[in-house]
């Protein structure tokens, strides 16, 4: 499709356009000009916003689809329809379908059927054998059929010295090991953050040790053996001080945050609201304090919405039978512009490109059309017409929002909310 975006503001801090407002001619998902004013003179179809801003197409790190096994949560087509209005133009798929992504076939059948959408799909291959942690996936095989990086979803791996092989056999092949970081023994049954909340409650509490002493075991296993460690969704204060302490010693580790991590703590739960029971679980005031510094001084180098559909009859129900996960696509970015700057939230859900080595196209002549379009003003409130995903599990139904996603081109596809 070519088209001209009219009246766009850059926000890439990269870009010599930085912070303009130009028109971008695209030809065959190409941008062949930038100017501040492009005349229309070969009939190309115009794209006019109010306000509008466009920056690097933006990148999902951890999106759970369902797809195949639990279609009634999630299926592949809508999931990446959702991405493309929420501002996304590729999303890192996790492998907990059924059955788990753990081989080349299964690698290969994810990305059939994410053949020809605007938001392209990178599949995540889990780490072990049916995401059990006993014994290594083909970590080669599924690295060969197009797997961007190796991780158990939601699941610690007990085994360090299983953790210790991967990180030195995934170094033949330049490969990413992701290690969610949680101690089983400490966690227990717990089910929410343990502290003053959980005990009012009497809900059996998580606390931010369990996550901790696997994070610090983990560095320290990456000290020993090199390569690449990605730890997903940290959430607590301690946490990103160990992280930091480990960038400092030039470790080549690298870590998210889910958006709920950062807007909601865990008085959230006082109304027994399983929208709220996620993992790792949302914690107090001074840990999200902590979150968003870790994003400003970039200890923390990517944002994700840790997306994972969960159908009612999972959901709704007693707290302690209920299961983790919220929906997050279509509030990510409103939500991050009531705490952080467009700038930063820009770079934050960009940057998940260059983390899992994929290919990173600046809105510049010459270079591949791969773009998000978004105005940052106006004050609203998310509630279910928002949500457009199958699943409504959505932990931020209420919550204020700022800003709105207009939608992405990408893949030679333009895709409007």
Not at 235 to 245: F, R
Request: charged share 25%.
């Amino acid at each position: 499709m070519n088209l001209i975006l009219k009246a766009a503001r850059i926000i890439d801090t990269k870009n010599p356009w930085h912070n303009k407002i130009v028109d971008i001619k695209i030809s065959n998902g190409i941008i062949e000009k930038i100017a501040s004013n492009i005349e229309n003179t070969e009939g190309f179809e115009e794209i006019k916003r109010d306000n509008l801003h466009v920056s690097q197409g933006w990148f999902d790190t951890s999106v759970s689809l369902g797809e195949p096994g639990f279609e009634d949560r999630e299926t592949i087509t809508n999931g990446l329809q959702v991405a493309a209005k929420s501002g996304f133009t590729a999303i890192a798929l996790q492998p907990n379908s059924f059955p788990i992504l753990d081989n080349q076939s299964q690698i290969n059948f994810v990305k059939q059927k994410a053949n020809g959408f605007a938001t392209e799909l990178f599949p995540l291959g889990a780490l072990t054998q049916k995401s059990e942690g006993n014994d290594l996936a083909e970590l080669f095989d599924m690295k060969n059929a197009g797997a961007i990086a190796f991780g158990d979803y939601n699941k610690s791996l007990d085994n360090a010295n299983l953790l210790k092989i991967s990180l030195q056999y995934t170094q033949d092949f330049d490969g990413l090991v992701i290690a969610f970081s949680q101690d089983n023994t400490i966690k227990g049954k717990g089910m929410v953050h343990e502290g003053i909340v959980s005990t009012m409650l009497g809900l059996k509490g998580i606390p931010s040790l369990a996550e901790e002493l696997i994070i610090a075991r983990n560095l320290f296993i990456l000290e020993y053996t090199g390569g690449k460690l990605h730890i997903p969704t940290i959430s607590s204060a301690k946490s990103v001080a160990l992280i930091k302490e480990a960038k400092a010693k030039g470790l080549q580790v690298t870590c998210s945050v889910a958006v709920h991590n950062l807007i909601l703590t865990d008085k959230e739960i006082e109304g027994f609201d399983t929208r709220y029971k996620v993992l790792p679980p949302l914690r107090t005031e001074e840990d999200k304090k902590a979150l968003i510094t870790g994003i400003l001084d970039n200890t923390i180098d990517c944002i994700t919405s840790d997306h994972n559909p969960i159908d009612i009859e999972n959901k709704k129900m007693e707290f302690d039978k209920a299961k983790y996960g919220t929906i997050g696509l279509e509030s990510v970015f409103g939500t991050l512009q009531t705490i952080l700057p467009t700038e930063i939230i820009v770079e934050k859900l960009v940057s998940g490109r260059t983390i899992f080595d994929q290919e990173t196209a600046s809105i510049i002549e010459g270079q591949k059309a791969n773009i998000t379009l978004f105005n940052p003003e106006g004050e609203s409130t998310f509630t279910e017409g928002n949500i457009l995903s199958k699943s409504k599990n959505s932990a931020f139904l209420g919550t204020k929002t700022k800003g709105k996603v207009y939608g992405i081109y990408n893949q030679k596809k333009i895709v409007l909310a």
